[in-house]
């Protein structure tokens, strides 16, 4: 569900990853059979015509069109799907979190989202991925503005405290998209910033 629901809102972003991930890689033989086609027509074109210079131009602009286009659709790393959400939870519980916004268009998806780190009471990290389909909301635009120089010297979003409440969804409510908790309360150590560190895949 979780993947359908990614279709709908990023349909570019899963087209990508189901060419380049889904049971086989289908963007590379795409590739080769694009640029072996322009260069059989433009031989054929230089054979005909003896317009031998049209072709070797010919080559060399198709070659950097269907490269460049390939790389700027496709990327240079392959997609990831949207993490599963965890929960349901009890509601109205309140819990500290590390949370890093990003804007639309970071990490190659189309959509705003809140990254959400939560320690485990079982070890370890429960990671939230929160997109927001309709825009940022608003307190949160602000502070994506504020963030820009941060992102652009260091790559990344700034991590900052929160306080999360939780909501009272059914799973099958937060597979459908809502999500089981929300940000309450944030604060940002500006002497001390560090990265949140996006998850690596």
Request: glycine letters at 10%; one cysteine or more.
């Amino acid at each position: 569900m979780r993947i359908a629901l990614w279709r709908r809102q990023e349909w570019h972003d899963w087209f990508r990853w189901r060419l380049c991930l889904k049971d086989r890689d289908w963007s590379k033989p795409l590739w080769f059979v694009t640029l072996a086609g322009g260069l059989a027509a433009l031989v054929l074109y230089g054979l005909f015509t003896e317009r031998w210079f049209v072709t070797a131009g010919g080559i060399v602009a198709w070659f950097t069109l269907v490269n460049l286009g390939f790389f700027s659709y496709l990327g240079l790393r392959t997609r990831r799907p949207p993490l599963p959400v965890p929960g349901p939870f009890e509601p109205g519980q309140r819990i500290r979190a590390r949370m890093g916004i990003y804007p639309p268009g970071y990490d190659g998806r189309t959509l705003a989202r809140v990254w959400l780190k939560i320690a485990s009471a079982s070890g370890g990290e429960w990671i939230f991925e929160l997109a927001y389909p309709e825009g940022m909301p608003g307190d949160f635009a602000a502070l994506v503005k504020r963030q820009e120089t941060f992102r652009m010297q260091r790559g990344d979003a700034p991590a900052m405290r929160a306080v999360c409440e939780t909501a009272a969804l059914t799973r099958v409510q937060i597979d459908t998209g809502a999500y089981p908790l929300k940000a309450v309360a944030w604060d940002r150590d500006e002497k001390s910033a560090e990265p949140f560190g996006l998850p690596k895949f």
